[in-house]
Nanobody, 126 residues
């Protein structure tokens, strides 16, 4: 049974940093494509970052490039999202998701991911 558990969310001031963790069980983070999405109240869930299996290519939404970093720790079977320079409009629930097979063209599509965590809340105050 696949389970993804996100932790690390919480309150932070504008310009601050947080590191989110996505601990996986039932799959290996090295063998799956793992992504982070976020959803703010009243808005659609949107892509944030992804790391592809095997080749470790990373992808980022334009709005977070140079501020966010996705990385995986194979030994801990965990994927991290380091978030720096957080902004108030990035207040959202952050979700990790996993997919075994995914094309480069669909890395940013939430419909490409079969497994989802329950989310962790990030609140950025101004």
């Amino acid at each position: 049974q696949v389970q993804l558990v996100e932790t690390g969310g919480g309150p932070v001031q504008s310009g601050g940093s947080l590191r989110l963790s996505c601990a996986a069980s039932g799959l290996t983070v090295s063998g799956y494509n793992i992504a982070w999405f976020r959803q703010a109240p009243g808005k659609e869930r949107e892509f944030v970052a992804a790391i592809r299996r095997s080749v470790s290519d990373t992808y980022y939404a334009d709005s977070v490039k140079s501020r966010f970093t996705i990385a995986r720790d194979v030994a801990k079977n965990t994927v991290y999202l380091q978030m720096n320079g957080l902004k108030p409009d990035e207040t959202a629930t952050y979700y990790c998701a996993a997919a075994y097979t995914i094309s480069i063209a669909r890395v940013m599509n939430l419909g490409s991911y079969a497994y989802w965590g329950q989310g962790t809340q990030v609140t950025v105050s101004s």
